[in-house]
């Protein structure tokens, strides 16, 4: 196949979006800002799904539903909130279409006005604490720990496949706690748990820290979050993690019965990941020949691509291939045979190295008289042949441990090297302009200054790091004293 | 605990709503016509989704995702599909807020009206037929088989739980073929799909048949369905799989080119089912003391109440228990130790069996004596003690099994005693007036005389059902020749 992949070194943005709609992942569809996930690029979602499922289940949480639809008047009720979210938003006005009098297709029957408009939802804090309300009444209910996995809609003007569209996936956490140490411990074991997540399953390491109060989520006390880095040198916000305070609880008169029969606000936290991820699994680890995936989310871990001529070395081969995969598969890895005759090997390899399947088998003659398989691995390119009378499923049981490791490294190395610390304004510009990446430095601790600093390089504060250290230090732009460097970079 | 659910002799409608509120599976949202699926209930759904979902796996589908919303012409396109959809709908005209001038909150910014008004999707045929259009040249590109997940929005007036509510969630399967018959057989292969899950996981027995022409899905040349019973005798559509021959295909110009070069329009189906299953499953089997789940369903599969006075009984019951479930967690049975010390057995006792656990164990001062434990089984509320000198794995997979088989059994049992047939306009009529149920009757086979047994007695044609033999007789109604029998009831 021809791939007409441009180059990164070329055209970052362009080889990222060209990548996404040629491997199959997601498209634009006909609606603005709004993409089509492919089965390709949902089984990859799903898979990341099921492993943050189980995660989010390990810490005791479970599943349930909240309504698409909020009534306007709810945004209002948390007064940082509304500044945040009520304005860029889908907004349902009208409940019925009726046959265009004046011609052919329907219009908006104007007697079906609604009495109160409804939002499609954003971000659920507010219609699930107006319904935690009546959950809560005692001590005896709390903690409550729930998620949704679900849509949310975010009029966006400008849009780019799973990074940033109008409609996307996610989940959200809300959890309801009697105290606000509780509450807190709840927020920073999210943010842990999405970390050893982009870490463990997507091989991208990742920085914990806290937001800045401007960067913080609207409606909260304290945002920690993961950041990861990009191999253009941007930044990306992988998940966020929001202590909540008594923020929601007061705006929706959520209270409850103390053991000690005190009367108090309950304390909240909301936490959420989404379609974002798979921009971030894209983007830092693929190349010029496609996409590269992590064994462990890889839908498809093995492909095999038969070479013969005719019917016959083809059912040969194929016989022979489903004796070697009875024991991958009782192994749980997952195997393709793409035995599909309407394409050569040479356009299957370029299809499947596009696609980021970790681990390539080809089967030829030569192969069967010698009875080997070539094996070669996504990430490095390298090919070896592998004789059959060794143990095929320790091989590629390693090779896939290796490939997730080897990732892994790559992307931790170069995030090592691009990370900097810069103790002048100049200097901080210069890496940015020039380099790129993580920025350490010094900050005064003001909006003004943050601000600031944004207007003129475009890097904002990604977060103060969990591990930074106390250390004295002037601001390299306004020379005010600082006690801990933060994180700055170019940000997606 | 108080449960005050209503007998379902004396207000069926009543036991449904009360039942669903007090077990914990769904309430009514202060968002018109949306629900809160409560985690309880939400992790019945997930057993179901997950079931299913592996069903349509094994067939050869996949998962992907398409728009939240569809544009207002789209819907045009397919003319008995606008009939069918555009009408009661959520419109989306704005896509922004902005702070009230006149005072406090926000109001809809007269300057942000979309060019096009977006609906919420009522189901996804237009919007994927128009992607398909992008994906389908030719007959290599064929078949697609794609599901998705999702929430859909129908504007309705009288909402129930899980029967009926505005938005719900749903999978839609929609599936493009280069040959009819093998549309055919695919919308065939999925009602057959939904019915094995109905039978094998709900323990509900259904009807599989055909729709006729104006109960058939708007756009559809064909509607399969399964139809099952309910205990107060009205049936219940739990699924539907459709034909679309080339409807869509026409509509959005959705072509192919075959083997022997000539182009043609790609032939259809769709096929779905909805939380409206948690309905059929809750009014199948629950009786006046709470819900009945079958075991293959039951988030909790065992309920363990230790009986004890002090610490030191429960620790020792404690100890006891996590030596006695070992083997039924590995073994994948979901057990759960109710040790709360908030509330006491007879209450755990009546929650439990509110929610519909199949078995409950209780433990007490005497059984830790006598090595022993008394089983109850939820669907008999037959109690047995049994001694732990015998292998209590076997025992609960047996209990288990059986309870599944019983469950099915008395639902079947029950739709055997009310299928009726009916050879007169009276007796048709006096069978559904005083007993309900099925009734098989012969029917002219058009329109109006459908229409006008509904408009007299409320029943409707549930189906035309696949084993219906040939059989000469005269329509109940008109007296005209008929074919063979077709079921009519009074549905929800």
Redesign the interface.
Known sequence: MSKGLPKRSEDYSLWYNELVKKADLA?N???RG??????YG??IW?KMQAEIDRMFKETGH????????????Y??KEADH?EGF?????????????NDPDG???V?DPDAQLEE????RPTSET?IW??YK?WIQSY?DLPIL?NQW??V?R?EMRTRLFLRTA?F?WQEGHTAHATKQEAIDESIQMMNVYAQFAEEFMAVPVVKGVKTESERFAGALETYCIEALMQDGKALQAGTSHFLGQNFAKAFDVKFTSKEGKQDFVWGTSWGVSTRLMGALIMAHSDDQGLVLPPKLAPIQVVIVPIYKGEEQLNAIRDKVNELIKPLKAAGITVKLDDRD?YKPGFKFAEWELKGVPVRFAIGPKDMENNSVEIARRDTGVKETFSLDGDLLTKVQELLNDIQDNIYKQAFDFRAENTRTADTYEDFKSILENQGGFVSAHWDGTAETEEKIKEETKATIRCIPIDAKDEEGTCIFSGKPSQRRVLFAKAY
């Open positions: 498209e569809s006909p609606v709004c993409m089509v996930i492919k089965p949902f089984s799903e479970t599943n349930a539903y909240f309504p698409l639809f909020i009534p306007k008047s945004l209002s509304v009520a304005k860029e938003c889908a907004v349902v006005t009208h409940y019925r279409l009726k052919q297709g329907v908006v408009e409804l939002i499609v219609v107006n319904t009546n005896r729930v679900a849509n809609v009029w409609e996936l309407t």
